[in-house]
């Protein structure tokens, strides 16, 4: 009998059911699966599964806490831009060491299957936060904004790009705090992008210089989370486009950035503060030369607004 981890149900699973195969609870639907052992650490649930690989909760038996271990699939194990990709993203995070970056404990093979065991923040994504709620409190965006950006420094000044800053790459722990996830694109600072292998990031947040194949800085960075709050605060994206079927363009959605005037998040969402909304729009400029000089001059911005947010709510 195994429990669910979503409402504690126990679930019979027959023993010859395959490793890492999860069936519906009988009470709530919750995944649950059969736990698997890789070395000294015991897979429980699934927190999420994307192309390359799936995210379990697990428990150390050895250091007795719960943990994240990404596994990768089997088929890209033998793949070298695959595994290329899933050691840039353990190289990069585990050479970084702030609160609120995931912090990676181990890089292994049980198997033959490569997993990475990290730190868990398993309390949703600030997208999922935005989906359920169709956008976020600015306080809260604000909160994320300031803390996301602290880490990205500390990146910059250990010479990391991440090049996909996004609400699915800000994840949340037990005590509410954001963690920047997912290096799999980070680039060493002053490395050159490739024209070759294409656009890399997500279209809705990448940077102007970037979809120009143009130098990418600290500054990319810091015009794709000014994105994401743009985002989560209005409930829109900064830019859209949709092909003649009304299906989205990617393409278009990404020289929008590079060409198309970006309307002010508080022309959407009316009662966005003044300080927000220029905060965010500055973060945005087209020309990287107009966005702050530095992230402690941006996150200055984002702590002003917040502090008159605060008075402002507190005062009514």
Known sequence: MVPCEGCGAKNFIPSSTPKFETVPCNECQHPVMMPVRLRHFELRSVIASGGMGTVFRAFDTILEREVAVKLLQKEFAQDPASMAGFLREARACAGLNHTHIIHIHNFDECEGRKFLVMELSDHGSLDGRFEKEGRVDELLALDVGIKIASALDTSYRHGLLHLDVKPGNI????????????????????????????????????????????????????????????????????????????????????????????????????????????????????????RFPSYDEFIMALTAARSRLLVKRFSR
């Open 171 to 290: 994840l949340f722990n037990a005590e509410n705090e954001p963690k920047l996830v997912d290096f799999g694109l980070a680039k060493r600072v002053g490395e050159k992008s490739n024209p070759d292998e294409g656009l890399m990031g997500t279209p809705f947040y990448i940077a102007p210089e970037r979809v120009e194949f143009q130098r990418e800085d600290f500054r990319s960075d810091m015009y794709s989370l000014a994105a994401t709050l743009y985002h989560v605060v209005t409930g829109q994206v900064p830019f859209d486009a949709k092909d003649v079927d009304g299906a989205e363009d990617v393409n278009g959605v990404a020289m929008a950035h590079v060409h198309e005037p970006l309307t002010p998040p508080n022309e959407i969402f009316p009662t966005l503060s003044k300080e927000t909304n220029d905060a965010i729009v500055r973060a945005m400029a087209k020309d990287p030369a107009k």
